[in-house]
């Protein structure tokens, strides 16, 4: 690197030497007494006999002035030529040959990267500190970004963006300054937790070569993409031009040879291998999945009976199930909550259960609220910033819905209600096309995770692997629609014509969808280690068809329509046939119809 900054010492050398000048002023011909004063810019020469003038531009705007008069114009980078007449100007001419760098400064957008290698060897823009627009200077790219780990053993890796008070590794990225998502997974460079998935250490050997062979069953697209793009990233090879694998992915210190988790994402090898890519599932032994979860439970104003104790438990044992049995990180579990009103007893663990990050809210002022925790909508932005194509993501609800679409997720959640008049919009229903598609309050999920559309039918580029959202809440099928997009396996307790039932004594134990009497539901098959979504689903849907239950207090018993939806079309049908036969025999053989996706997913 010395000696290009060296070379580009020379090049400015023999600029200077050839006649190229910074800002002159000087007699020129055409009775000019002075030369125009020009901003953003340097003159090359001093007025010819012809009345011309070259001018270098160094940016957009150019603001010339002269005795008489102001000249304000619009220019490219590059040379110009300014003819100038009784000291004004009459004619700028654009030229047709640019030069995208200061002719007398080796680094002309101070990035900390010499012109010519930027030229050169980076194909940077010189006149651009920032070439890529990802919030990093050229020369921190090349130089390389940090990132802090935190090891939780057993659970894995927690990558940190931001410098926290102790961690476990150190790791330096050098991304590249032309590409704004070095590694192509959806997230850009300055806020991706690991910006090269396919060197999670930083240390210049790929984490396994399978990944770029189109012939191994770990080949991942988005990485071979991201290698064939990058012009800056280098990467180990041997003699044959192969690149040369990691021995130790992680970066540990332990060889992969005695690793169990060699990618140190929570999951093993074994795992891995027996559940992931390999057998078409979503997990790669050899690149770090984050699993990510939003769970909700309840949704209400303080003093709401209605905000039933069951929602809160429920959304508990889903966090339990998460954590406790499936190693998801505890940093990486966002739960929601609202507290519950049994009689004259108020349930609140906002402030006291360090599990709770938040509650149901949506689009409603921070500043009235109390410990500025995240709400519904602000949960969907942390995440959705931090979250690539290597990941899983889980949202689950369990609160009241309406057959028109809605649930009620505004909560309490510590807002300062002494006069409730102050905040109509407390304990209002939401609508799935908000909560998905976004409105006036929010950005919906699918603008923040990608795989689906807004209210003006964009479409967002999906950054995840898999999304599973189950929804239990009186005509949750209605929602199906809104909620459907690319690689997301929906569940909804019931489809939009039918409420929900509970086991035990409503409104205090559970609802049937996530934990039936006799021991079926979502949550309880979830707390096995090695379960299927496709499993899950069955469960719950005994619990809600088959199960002993207790009717909602205004409605009598009845079945639930318990549905599914993969395929993306947003169709509202219950798939199953009412057992898992159907999709033993069709679904979990042809990818892209309801049913092959949760069979083939394992968290």
Known sequence: MFGKRLLGVLLVFVLLATGFSGNVSASGGGGCGCLPVVDHGVFLNNTTDDNTLLVWVDSGDIFFTSSYNDYYNYLPYGVHTIRVEAERIVQIKVSTTKIYSHPTVLDTDQDGLNDLEEANVYHSNPTKP?????????????????????????????????????????????????????????????????????????????????????????????????????????LYKNSNGDYINDDDIDGDGVPNTNDEDVDGDGMSNTYEDNYGVPNEGWQNTYVYNARYAIIVGGGGLLGDEGNYRAFWLDALETYKALVDDHNFLEEDVYLLYSPVKIGDHLEDHSNGDSRIDGWPSWGLDESKVSGSKPGLEDTFKIVGEKIGLNDLIIFTVATHGGMNGVLRLVGYGGLNISDPEQHPYLGALLSYRSIFKGNWQGVGFNERFGGGKNNEETYFTRHYAIAIIAIGACYSGKGIPDMAGENRIIITSSDGTKSYTYSGDPPNEHIAFFQEINGQGFNVKLHQATVSIAEIYESAYYACRYGEKKSTPLLEDTEEDIHIDESGDGTNVDVYGHTLSYVKKFGATQQGYDGWLSYHTYI
């Open 130 to 234: 920032d070439t890529d627009g990802d919030g990093l200077l050229d020369s921190t790219e090349v130089d390389g970004i940090t990132r802090w780990v935190v090891d939780h053993d057993t659970k894995g890796y927690l990558f940190m963006v931001e410098q926290p008070d102790s961690w476990s590794f150190q790791f330096s990225y050098q991304t590249d300054p032309i590409l704004a998502d070095t590694d192509f997974d959806g997230q850009p460079d300055n806020r991706d937790p690991v910006p090269l998935d396919f060197d999670m250490d930083g240390d210049g050997y790929i984490n396994n070569k399978n990944l770029v062979d189109p012939n191994s069953d770990y080949y991942t697209l988005h990485i071979n993409v991201a290698l064939s793009r990058s012009v800056s990233v280098v």
